[in-house]
């Protein structure tokens, strides 16, 4: 299955893999378009994967390949590869924003460095730097610090720095890089400072360096298209790490570097599928969720409601985490499936809450078959239900915004209208927001935002199942523009799962968390997000089969020289 | 061809959107309004004195609001001592803190930094703010330091509060969710050993120099292989190293000087734990000892910005129960609350001896956030100094007209009296925020604020 998939994604054809030109059966482009621009068919070729470079006409261009940031989360994983630092200093760097139109928080477009990032990123370096060469553990991880002389001191400095700064800048270090290094060594010692301070303060210096701070790709020629530039190895095995561990590379993959397998499609294909079969790709996938569904968000907030406590949103958040773990992971599930399995994972404070479940003890989460009747999937998680409401009140026009935006890629704008008070007398929300989804100027976007949300009525502020709201009957049947008639949560998820945009949207949601950049509406991402659709649609929307066709695009294989 | 269709991508992304247009912002954010007066504002402090001030004397007279024109005026009895900064000093009048809905005093200091009513508990009382604070919201926007931000207090947590955060004796409110109330540290010598009694486990300066010196060379070689998009922005990120290289090495300027920790063994930071709901019980030592308890306050507060162990900081001279006397300017009968109030008999003689004393320590603070010399400008320059109370008019609670004083540098232009009529309080919290270079248009409550209040800068 994979092979044909990769086929079918390549797209420009310009692999070096001399297996990967061979078609596979993986052509079909799903039917679907790009984020409502109608596929341009412009450049005239074939998506299944002809080599279009032989044509004269290019029509899948790789994107550029801009500096991409380590985020808190890879900062954190970075130190801990290297010099074993689990105390996640990275947590003290400024937060990283997400914007209106970008989900996620790794967006290279958002990160220019401020005042606040430049000065966290030095003084973090010097605790990093700090733990690492205190007396208790210097040694353990450089011998010859034990018993440093005067004598041998520069051999030593000299091996630490040959050492350790080529795995922080993920690249070999030419002669004179090393000799800066060791001339700071010797300068701090010069100045009075010892062996470690001298080594903390290289330690500092290395890891506040763009070459550590910013995943750098200089990239090598191309040879098979002329404009066109490919990672090197030690860049590759870069991506690889970051994408599916959010950490440096390995030993196992600066092997792969050395022996130059990640100069062909299938090497990185090979490593890809060993870095997502260890469970620390679990942490980039839940990464994933937790922002596409803004989980995070559950963090301090705040309820009228006294039976919602910061830890219950604590627990609510590990709750929907695990279940995307598991359906993913351990079940192997199919997007369309995890929209409608009839499980969650809930301990003993959730079950009774929301599951109805009176007998579950512990504070493990363990998994519940779900009341049909009452829920299905993750689009009923009480988690991703509070978690999109920021204030108090179950707002079926924040739902429905988080349906149609982040999941189905409807692109309404965030708040462009007039503002329209909703009816404060109605007593179920869809009385209340008759007012503003009825009002002309609102119901282009309200009428299926709202639409949306109100099929989700049946559940509260704080995520919990209700059929009344104030003794009266909650009315959940919604006639969606683009769905028709669904009554309810179920139908509202069944009807959604099967639904061309759901699978065309969690293709591009990858490619942009995969990418840290904004799709542009042009026909090299429209391309794109075609051809991994396609493998997609190929695999029977299989998302481990997803994240490892990402890594076999044009745009993960190669890249343009701006 | 390539570089075409590249070019082509690029205004695509750019064009035709209002929501592609935010990077840009979010760019733009970065540069901030450089000021012909000086140095961009990268210090807040803020002031709080209880119980407002006296509008209307007992001989009929203004005590506070000064006389004459916006650049030409001649300083309030009560302002008098504030005469040897009066060329750094702004006097706003006329700005009315409409945002203050709630109980009479609470609501005050509520709202006296957030812009916010008090919010409602779950059952029913009244609470905290419902907005953060705008120091708060201040030491989110600057560099970090050891201590985000410091707030201190004076004979804090009086009456009604017995020692312990309430509604009444709160001024800074955390820039979280629940806009979590920040309590005031009080007691001064444990302030002085957290500020000062520790030396900062880091090398010598001048290692951070050879580390920044280091990466600066990194950013330089780097940044010309690349494309203009990253090369720019490591550019960016290479001024950021350059501007931390001359803060370090101002830190270590002879300008920090922890101040001396005298004695105030009987002065008792909890005395409020003590204390009852009317103010009978009383703790007249501690009382007396407020003047030297508040110049060490002031002066750590002064080097706490000086040393870089933080950027934003607050004062309260105690709470708006204010229930404490004032022996020192022969008041230790009754306390301070007694000649607030109508029903006590509301003097204002009195309140007119408390307020002037209070802008004589404001002063002492101006001047010694001026003498700090940070080599192109003083500590000062940079700062912005915000004084303010719960109310304007003791007896009635009223909070229009409230006695405001801005002073310092940041792109404030000193020396003025300005009569707004009927502004906004709001509006100048966010004029204030304006000058850190956040671009928002509106804080607090934004039903209260119109825009930045104009003219300040």
């Known amino acids: 299955m994979l092979v044909a998939l990769v086929a079918g994604s ?40 002809a080599p279009s470079g032989d044509a004269g006409t290019p029509s899948c261009a790789p994107p550029a390949s801009p500096l991409r940031r380590l985020s808190r989360f890879e900062y954190n994983n970075t130190v801990r590869e290297l010099l074993g630092d689990s105390t996640e200093p990275g947590n003290a760097l400024p937060v990283e924003k997400t914007t209106s139109y970008f989900d996620f928080d790794n967006d290279v477009a958002s990160q220019s460095p401020t005042a606040e990032g430049v000065a966290t990123y030095l003084s973090i370096a010097k ?17 010859c610090a034990a018993d440093v002389t005067a004598a041998t001191a520069s051999t030593c400095a000299r091996r630490f720095v040959e050492s350790f700064a080529p795995l922080a800048f993920r690249r070999a270090l030419d002669s004179e890089e090393v000799s800066e290094l060791t001339d700071l060594h010797a300068s701090i010692t010069n100045s009075g400072g010892s062996f470690a301070d001298a080594t903390a303060g290289v330690i500092a210096a290395v890891l506040s360096a763009p070459e ?153 989460l363990q998994k519940v078959m779900l009341d049909p009747e009452q829920r299905l999937g993750f689009l009923t998680d009480p988690g991703v239900l509070i978690g999109v409401n920021p204030n108090d009140q179950a707002n079926p026009d924040q739902r429905g915004a988080l349906v149609l935006n982040r999941l189905l890629c409807a692109g309404i704008p965030s708040h462009s209208g007039p503002e329209v008070a909703f009816n404060p007398t109605g007593v179920t929300a869809r009385d209340r927001w008759l007012s503003v989804s009825s009002s002309s100027a609102c119901t282009n976007c309200h009428s299926e935002m709202d639409g949306v949300g109100l099929a989700l009525e049946r559940y509260d502020s704080i995520g919990r199942y209700r059929t009344h709201e104030d003794g009266q009957a909650i009315d959940t049947r919604s006639e969606l523009p683009s769905l028709g008639v669904v009554d309810g949560a179920a139908e509202l998820a069944r009807a959604l799962s099967t639904d061309p945009r759901t699978q065309t949207c969690f293709v591009q949601r990858w490619l942009e968390f995969s990418s840290g950049r904004q799709l542009s509406a042009g026909i090299d991402d429209e391309c794109l997000t075609r051809n991994v659709n396609a493998a997609f649609v190929a695999s029977g929307y299989d998302v481990q089969e997803l994240l490892l066709a990402l890594t076999q695009t044009d745009a993960f294989l190669f890249f343009s020289k701006e | 061809m390539k570089n075409f269709r590249l070019s082509r991508r690029t205004v695509l992304r750019g064009a035709g959107s209002i929501a592609l247009a935010l990077p840009w912002l979010e760019l733009m954010r970065e540069e901030r309004p450089a000021h012909a007066g000086g140095p961009l504002a990268r210090r807040f402090v803020g002031v709080y004195t209880p119980g407002g001030t006296v509008h209307l004397g007992r001989d009929g007279t203004d005590k506070w609001t000064p006389t004459g024109t916006e650049t030409d005026f001649a300083l309030s009895p009560i302002l008098t001592p504030l005469a040897p900064v009066q060329k750094q000093l702004i006097v706003p009048t006329g700005i009315d803190m409409v945002s203050a809905i709630g109980e009479q005093q609470q609501a005050g200091i509520v709202a006296l930094l957030t812009g916010t009513p008090q919010a409602r508990l779950s059952d029913g009382r009244l ?34 509060s017995h020692g312990v955060t309430t509604p009444s004796d709160i001024l800074s409110f955390a820039d979280d969710q629940a806009f979590t109330p920040l309590p005031p540290r009080i007691d001064p010598v444990l302030i002085w050993q957290e500020l000062f009694g520790v030396v900062a486990p880091q090398g010598p300066p001048n290692w951070d120099k ?113 229930k404490y006397t004032l022996p020192w300017l022969q008041l230790e009968a009754d306390e301070v609350h007694y000649f607030y109030q109508s ?60 006695p405001f004083l801005l002073a310092g540098g940041g792109g404030l232009r000193g020396g003025r009296f300005i009569k707004y009529n009927g502004a906004s309080h709001n509006d100048l919290l966010l004029a204030i925020l304006n000058l850190f270079g956040d671009p928002r248009s509106s804080f607090g409550t934004s039903s209260y604020c119109t825009g930045p209040l104009p003219n300040l800068s």
């Open chain 2, 343 to 402: 029903d006590g008999g509301y003097r204002p003689a009195e309140c007119e001896r408390i307020g002037t004393w209070y802008a004589s320590q404001h002063s002492y603070l101006i001047q010694q956030l001026a003498a700090v010399d940070l080599g192109t400008h003083s500590l000062l320059d940079e700062t912005v100094v915000l004084f303010g109370s719960e109310v304007s008019d003791p007896p009635s609670h009223r909070k229009v007209d409230m």
């Open chain 2, 210 to 322: 050879s580390i920044l010196d280091y990466v600066a060379g990194r950013l330089m070689r780097l940044a010309p292989k690349l494309g203009s998009a990253d090369k720019h922005r490591l550019e960016e990120h290479l001024s950021r190293v350059r501007e931390l290289e001359r803060n370090i090495s101002m830190a270590s300027a002879v300008q920090c000087q922890p101040p001396t920790l005298i004695d105030t063994s009987e002065y008792d930071p909890k005395a409020g734990l003590k204390g009852d709901d009317s103010g009978a019980v009383k703790d007249r030592v501690t009382d007396a000892a407020i003047p030297k308890v508040g110049k060490l306050m002031l002066d750590m507060l002064v080097m706490a910005l000086a040393c870089n162990k933080t950027s934003v900081a607050t004062l309260m001279w105690s709470d708006t129960q204010a």
């Open chain 2, 127 to 160: 609470g905290y703010a419902s907005g953060p604070s705008l120091d708060q919201v201040i030491a989110g926007l600057l560099p970090k330091t050891d201590l985000p931000s410091l707030g201190l207090a004076v004979r804090w947590g009086t009456g009604r």
């Open chain 1, 127 to 143: 605790g990093v730097a700090q733990r690492a060469t205190s007396s208790g553990t210097f040694a353990s991880w450089l011998p």
């Open chain 1, 10 to 49: 390549a797209c420009g054809g310009r692999s070096l893999d001399p297996h990967a030109g061979e078609k596979g059966g993986a052509g079909d482009d799903g039917g679907s378009s790009f984020a409502g621009v109608p596929n341009s068919g412009g450049s005239g070729t074939d998506p299944g994967g």
């Open chain 1, 212 to 364: 550590f701070l910013y995943r750098v790709e200089l990239g090598i020629r191309d040879p098979a298209g002329a404009p066109t530039m490919r990672p090197s190895g030690e860049e590759m095995a870069a991506r690889i790490s970051y994408l599916f561990w959010g950490a440096p590379p390995d030993a196992v993959l600066r092997k792969a570097v050395a022996s130059g397998e990640l100069l062909t499609a299938s090497g990185v294909l090979a490593q890809a599928k060993r870095l997502l079969a260890d469970k620390r790709s679990h942490a980039v996938v839940a990464t994933f969720f937790e922002q596409l569904l803004v989980l995070g968000q559950l963090n301090g907030l705040r309820r009228s409601d006294s039976v919602y406590t910061p830890a219950l949103g604590q627990t609510l958040r590990a709750a929907t985490q695990r279940y995307f773990e598991y359906e993913i992971f351990e079940k192997g599930a199919s997007w369309p499936s995890i929209w409608t399995a009839p499980e969650a994972f809930a301990n003993a404070q959730l079950a009774p809450l929301y599951y109805g479940i009176s007998n579950l003890t512990g504070d493990s």
